[in-house]
């Protein structure tokens, strides 16, 4: 039911040429005044600028782009996000006001035109067709209906505005103008003829929807970070071609007349593009002034002509395409506005063509019939749409429903003339009420420049950590500096000068760099005895403490850093036996002191308040039993170190039931932090005392706490003498005396047999150094580094008791189960020939622990020396003391000569 009717064509002759306003002359002038004005800013974009798909027109970032093609297509991405749940065409139907001689006609005006009471979405318009009292009356529902008073103003207002915004929002929009020839539709969109700049924004103002639209895009302010790019392009299709309405003159455009005529653009399909013009101009527009004088020069390229209906009547379908693309750092939002004025749609035979005119009315026909059949299937659902049929609805593809927003004005006539015509065109109109559309956001990612973009981001965030890790890292430096300071300042203590004529003190520095043992919980000490040893101060000390030859030093220094090694190897209490030693060597440390008296008393008081905890989970029991509701809380440890007694009563009401009498006792009657448990203890204590003292009776749950804590103190005391005795027997220091003085002796010297050792122990007359029960110097005893001691017969301090050098008392003396089994292990090692050497006496001692460790046969290959790399350590002793056989022990050539 399309309004062709080619059996009632009636032909006319060719219009003149005037008619096409235009001229090449003309053209010229224009290209040149709108090129001279804004050179840069009119640029002509591309010659293969696309019209018809959303994917390609989306990619507009025109100032960074001068071809879309250049780019690559994988480093783009089209975003859709949907605005919102399917919508459809709206659909719209204005009524032209009569001319003239229309108004003659006007009792017999066919048509009934609701205007909705409001212009809101959802409320219809209703047009009427038929006159009054006919029964012919057909009545068509519109989304809104336009009377013949309806001001431009208020079409754009309701049409197109909604549309326009959406379009500048980066969805796709698309304006029709559908209606018989001569009803309005190029007037409505306001391209009748040129568009002037004044009034457009006037409400009473006749511009168009072309010029208001243009209007609303220029004064759109676009988001922050976001730049707004306008481009535009202006076809025709005229008879079945598509020509270029803005191609500049000479490039296969639309130049001139006889251009317009010859000039037939292709329309491509690219998988990627979806439709688009293949060589159609596309133009960066930068302010309405620049579009208005673009579109008035498509304008006059124009094929106009006049038909019986109308003396202006437009030839053609003419499509503005207006882009408007947002970007802002990587993504790319295009909404592209289409403002199709379709050619009239007319009885051949009415409008008196013949000739060009006659196959022009059939070209708009055949391509008015396609986009009906179109629009049908489009409003059924068809599965096939036959879009190509046509260069019109191949152009359209993607305008007419799809993602698009997209109205449809239809335009009438108001003469009864018109009646049969405007049915064809309700008709139509109301089959597009059904062509569904969803609407989309078209926004493109370029992933090259935001994967650039990120990379910059991550090299920021990079430098941030970076620097961030630089102040850590100042941070772990300065306290790293601190330690080492620390450390000087322990080893300067330490080196108070050097010792003159002590030499070569480096190379028998074994163990230098040894770090602390390890601690109680396996942590090591930042203190580095071991490295202490190299220096001379310690020797020095060592030699004016105990009187040793500064001959010896470097003997000793190398007994030293044995005993050394053997302590550490005693991880339980390394800790404390070598501060022990330390202090022995007089190189006590404050800070290593308090470090480890902080750990021991850590520890202490960890194990006190797990075993007070345990106590008082009973307790609290109790206390809540007797004391009731005045007692919330007791004894509770809020942190490892801190002890907390809480008890908690009814703020200062709960006095009364711990105390009474006449001396008050203060109880904390809210919560109290104690500094350690011996606080608590101490507490406590007084608390007992004051209230023994008084004689006063007391509640029941407090005398038993008080007891409790009591009891963990006298635990703790017991404890704490305990651990002084295990700490006491770590290291008998006499034993690491004998075996500095075994060493020395293995070296070859002969620490007794200085001078002044021979003066200091003159004083001290008979000093057990050894630490096993011998006498000191001048007696005649047999030191060895396994602690094997005897005494030699008829020698020894007169009247002194013999030495006891059983299994027993040697394992009794060892100074830990560690050091113990380092001797045990040297004795296995012995084999025949080393304890061959040994005085008798000692052969014997070495026999029965053998015996006694259960160490099995003796082996009879050579010893195999400690491992101190720069001193060997042999494990056999030898006697020291007055005698001939001393002295002639004291050489090196004797000192395996036992
Ligand atoms: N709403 C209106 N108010 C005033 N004048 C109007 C209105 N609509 C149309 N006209 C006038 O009617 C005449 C025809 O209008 P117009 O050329 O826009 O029709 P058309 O539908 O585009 O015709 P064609 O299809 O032949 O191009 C014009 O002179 C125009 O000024």
């Given at each position: 039911m399309w309004p062709v009717d080619e059996s009632s064509v009636s032909v006319t002759s060719y219009p003149s040429t005037s008619m096409m306003s235009q001229s090449s002359a003309a053209n010229q002038k224009a290209w040149s005044s709108i090129l001279h004005q804004h050179p840069s800013s009119v640029p002509r974009m591309t010659s293969n600028a696309q019209v018809s798909?959303?994917?390609?027109?989306?990619?507009?970032?025109?100032?960074?782009?001068?071809?879309?093609r250049q780019y690559p297509t994988s480093s783009f991405s089209m975003n859709r996000s949907r605005v919102d749940a399917a919508s459809r065409v709206k659909v719209s139907v204005r009524v032209r006001p009569p001319f003239s001689d229309e108004i003659q006609a006007a009792d017999n005006f066919y048509l009934t035109v609701n205007v909705p009471e409001a212009k809101i979405e959802g409320k219809f318009g209703n047009v009427i067709l038929g006159r009054p009292n006919s029964d012919k009356q057909r009545s068509f529902v519109f989304d809104h209906t336009f009377s013949p008073a309806t001001s431009q103003a208020e079409i754009y207002s309701v049409i197109a505005e909604p549309i326009v915004s959406d379009v500048l929002r980066g969805v796709n929009g698309t304006i029709f103008a559908y209606g018989q020839t001569g009803t309005g539709k190029t007037y409505t969109m306001g391209i009748l003829e040129a568009i002037a700049s004044d009034d457009r924004s006037d409400a009473s103002s006749k511009q168009g929807l072309v010029p208001r639209a243009l209007t609303q895009i220029f004064e759109h302010e676009p988001e922050a970070g976001f730049a707004?790019?306008?481009?535009?392009?202006?076809?025709?299709?005229?008879?079945?071609?598509?020509?270029?309405?803005?191609?500049?003159?000479?490039?296969?455009?639309?130049?001139?007349?006889?251009?317009?005529?010859?000039?037939?653009?292709?329309?491509?399909?690219?998988?990627?593009?979806?439709?688009?013009?293949?060589?159609?101009?596309?133009?960066?527009?930068?302010?309405?002034?620049?579009?208005?004088?673009?579109?008035?020069?498509?304008?006059?390229?124009?094929?106009?002509?006049?038909?019986?209906?109308?003396?202006?009547?437009?030839?053609?379908?003419?499509?503005?395409?207006?882009?408007?693309?947002?970007?802002?750092?990587?993504?790319t939002r295009t909404g592209k506005l289409l403002l199709v004025d379709l050619a009239g749609s007319e009885r051949i035979r009415r409008t008196t063509s013949s000739g060009v005119r006659l196959s022009e009315a059939r070209s708009i026909n055949a391509s008015l019939s396609a986009l009906g059949n179109v629009i049908t299937a489009l409003a059924v659902g068809n599965k096939h749409v036959p879009f190509r049929d046509s260069k019109l609805t191949r152009l359209l593809q993607d305008s007419i429903g799809g993602t698009s927003s997209t109205a449809l004005i239809a335009t009438v006539g108001p003469a009864p003339v018109n009646e049969a015509e405007s049915l064809s065109t309700m008709t139509f109109a109301e089959r597009c009420m059904q062509i569904k559309s969803t609407r989309y956001v078209n926004e493109v990612t370029d992933w090259e420049d935001e994967c650039a973009k990120l990379q910059v981001q991550l090299a920021e965030t990079d430098q941030v950590y970076v620097q961030k890790m630089a102040g850590e890292s100042e941070k772990y430096e300065a306290i790293i500096h601190k330690l080492a300071a620390e450390l000087r300042n322990t080893r300067s203590n330490s080196v108070a000068s050097d010792v003159s004529g002590v030499s070569g003190l480096s190379s028998a520095n074994v163990e230098s760099g040894v770090a602390g043992g390890a601690g109680r919980r396996g942590r090591r000490s930042s203190f580095d005895v071991g490295a202490a040893f190299a220096t001379n101060s310690v020797v020095k000390s060592l030699v004016d403490k105990e009187g040793f030859g500064t001959d010896n030093s470097e003997a000793v220094l190398a007994g030293l850093n044995l005993v050394y090694k053997m302590l550490c190897q005693c991880a339980d209490e390394s800790t404390t036996a070598v501060f022990k030693y330390n202090t022995w060597l007089g190189l006590q440390n404050q800070q290593l002191e308090?470090?480890?008296?902080?750990?021991?008393?850590?520890?202490?008081?960890?194990?006190?308040?797990?075993?007070?905890?345990?106590?008082?989970?009973?307790?609290?029991?109790?206390?809540?039993?007797?004391?009731?509701?005045?007692?919330?809380?007791?004894?509770?440890?809020?942190?490892?170190?801190?002890?907390?007694?809480?008890?908690?009563?009814?703020?200062?009401?709960m006095k009364p039931h711990f105390m009474g009498g006449k001396e008050e006792v203060t109880v904390?009657?809210?919560?109290?932090?104690?500094?350690?448990?011996?606080?608590?203890?101490?507490?406590?204590?007084e608390l007992l005392m004051t209230i023994r003292k008084n004689g006063e009776k007391l509640e029941l749950g407090l005398w038993e706490k008080a007891e409790q804590f009591f009891a963990v103190k006298e635990d703790l005391a017991e404890d704490m003498?305990?651990?002084?005795?295990?700490e006491e027997e770590v290291v008998n220091w006499s034993f690491v005396l004998n075996v500095v003085k075994q060493?020395?002796?293995?070296?070859?010297?002969?620490?007794?047999?200085?001078?002044?050792?021979?003066?200091?122990?003159?004083?001290?007359?008979?000093?057990?150094?050894?630490?096993?029960?011998?006498?000191?110097?001048?007696d005649d005893s047999v030191v060895d580094t396994s602690g094997l001691t005897t005494p030699r017969s008829g020698s020894g301090g007169a009247g002194r008791a013999p030495v006891d050098m059983s299994p027993d008392r040697v394992k009794k003396l060892l100074p830990s189960q560690k050091v113990a089994n380092a001797l045990i292990d040297r004795v296995k090692?012995?084999?025949?020939?080393?304890?061959?050497?040994?005085?008798?006496?000692?052969?014997?001692?070495?026999?029965?622990?053998?015996?006694?460790?259960g160490l099995g046969p003796v082996v009879k290959k050579p010893s195999i020396a400690m491992n101190t790399p720069s001193f060997r350590v042999s494990p056999i002793?030898?006697?020291?003391?007055?005698?001939?056989?001393?002295?002639?022990?004291?050489?090196?050539?004797?000192?395996?000569?036992?």
């Open positions: 798909s959303p994917t390609a027109s989306s990619i507009t970032n025109m100032s960074a782009r001068s071809s879309l707004m790019e306008v481009t535009m392009s202006f076809i025709q299709i005229y008879c079945e071609t598509i020509q270029d309405l803005l191609a500049p003159d000479g490039d296969g455009g639309a130049a001139d007349a006889s251009s317009v005529a010859s000039s037939n653009l292709q329309i491509r399909e690219d998988p990627r593009k979806g439709f688009y013009v293949q060589g159609l101009s596309e133009y960066k527009i930068g302010t309405y002034k620049e579009a208005e004088s673009l579109i008035n020069l498509g304008l006059e390229n124009r094929a106009m002509a006049p038909t019986l209906m109308n003396t202006t009547s437009s030839r053609s379908h003419t499509v503005l395409t207006v882009k408007v693309a947002y970007s802002g750092g990587t993504r308090d470090k480890i008296r902080e750990e021991e008393e850590n520890e202490m008081l960890r194990n006190v308040d797990k075993e007070r905890m345990g106590k008082e989970d009973i307790l609290d029991e109790k206390m809540k039993a007797s004391l009731g509701p005045h007692l919330k809380q007791l004894g509770k440890t809020e942190s490892r170190e801190r002890v907390t007694a809480r008890f908690v009563g009814e703020g200062v009401d904390h009657p809210e919560l109290t932090e104690f500094e350690s448990t011996a606080a608590v203890i101490d507490y406590c204590d003498v305990e651990r002084r005795q295990r060493v020395v002796k293995e070296g070859g010297g002969d620490l007794d047999s200085t001078p002044a050792r021979n003066n200091k122990t003159a004083g001290r007359g008979s000093a057990d150094v050894s630490g096993l029960g011998m006498q000191g110097v001048g090692k012995m084999t025949e020939e080393d304890i061959a050497k040994l005085p008798p006496s000692a052969q014997q001692n070495v026999y029965q622990l053998r015996e006694e460790f002793a030898r006697a020291q003391g007055g005698g001939e056989e001393e002295e002639s022990d004291s050489d090196d050539e004797n000192f395996s000569r036992v």
